[in-house]
């Protein structure tokens, strides 16, 4: 899948703040080296979490923020996000569509039911162009390792520069060892 004519972008497997769930296998590997496959298939040059921000802020290139919780993100997916946003300079943000059902908390006594056709869970991945890391970055790293909360931050001062991608059910969160299971049932090799 590597492309040496795609645009050059550095990325972070945020396995941090996320417990020992990044750990977990699926087809036989953990969900973070998953996660770091399928970056690196996607052409996206992996840095290490610890270094200072200002070292990608340099390489004046896109970053991004790949979840382990998403660990099969197809890379194809991650790739067109990374041409987006150097195409377009925008935030862009891999989500899905929401299918739970949704209802509205009034004082304590549960309410309507929200229409889901507006709402949307984020994925993975989340890709900064440049200009908006160099002002997110701090001498401790990112703000935040959650990814809807560093959204809340971007969308403060970029509104108009978030471009949501809806990502391939593949790209979906879990969040425990049975959704793990699931995952990895619904992405299992084509035997033909």
Known sequence: ???????????IILDADRGTLPFQLIHGESL??????????????????T??????????EPLVLHDPL?????????????????????????????TD?????????LGETVDRDGLVAVCSPVVLPPDVLAGLATDAGLPTTDLVRLLALVRHDHAGRVALMEAPPAARRVADADDVRLLEALTLPDPG
């Open 1 to 11: 899948m590597y492309d040496e004519q795609r645009p050059a972008a550095s990325g």
């Open 51 to 60: 270094l200072p921000l200002a070292f990608v802020v340099e390489r004046e």
């Open 70 to 98: 998403c660990p099969m993100t197809p890379p194809d997916f991650l790739a067109a996000c990374v041409d987006r946003c150097v195409g377009s300079g925008e935030v862009v943000v891999g989500v899905r569509p929401v």
């Open 32 to 49: 973070v080296a998953a996660a770091a496959w399928s970056a690196g298939e996607a052409g996206v040059e992996l840095v290490d979490s």
């Open 101 to 109: 059902t949704v209802k509205r908390l009034h004082a304590g006594d």
